[in-house]
């Protein structure tokens, strides 16, 4: 069973940027982002293959969020820059052993515990 462990997520204001980690127990091939803000369904954002040059983000972020890993640290990375009140959100990290670019939550074997963010205006 794959471990995965958030951290890193707080309040900011409008405009401001934040990193959240996420840091897995074993290396795993495909890392990524879900976010569930209040009274909404939880939505994948974005995704990184094993290698780290494969990315893929939703329309939704894809300007001004930053999806990365370190493999020697079994450690993803969400960069967020111009964060909006919209993006206040318990984000997900989760882990998959899919080879093909997906942000559907039933393709996702390990999940976090989840990381608040808080974006105020």
């Known amino acids: 069973q794959v471990q995965v462990v958030e951290s890193g997520g707080g309040s900011v204001q409008a405009g401001g940027s934040l990193i959240v980690s996420c840091t897995a127990s074993?290396?795993?091939?495909?890392m990524a982002w879900f976010r569930q803000a209040p009274g909404k369904r939880r939505e994948g954002f974005a995704t990184i293959y094993a290698g780290g040059a494969r990315t893929y983000y939703a329309d939704s972020c894809k300007d001004r969020f930053t999806i990365s890993r370190d493999n020697a640290k079994k450690t993803a990375y969400l960069q967020m820059d111009t964060l909006k009140p919209e993006d206040t959100a318990m984000y997900y990290c989760?882990?998959?052993?899919?080879?093909?670019?997906?942000?559907?939550?039933?393709?996702?074997?390990?999940w976090g515990q989840g990381t608040q963010v808080t974006v105020s205006s």
């Open positions: 989760a882990a998959s052993w899919k080879v093909y670019v997906t942000l559907e939550e039933v393709d996702y074997h390990y």
């Open positions: 074993e290396h795993i091939l495909r």
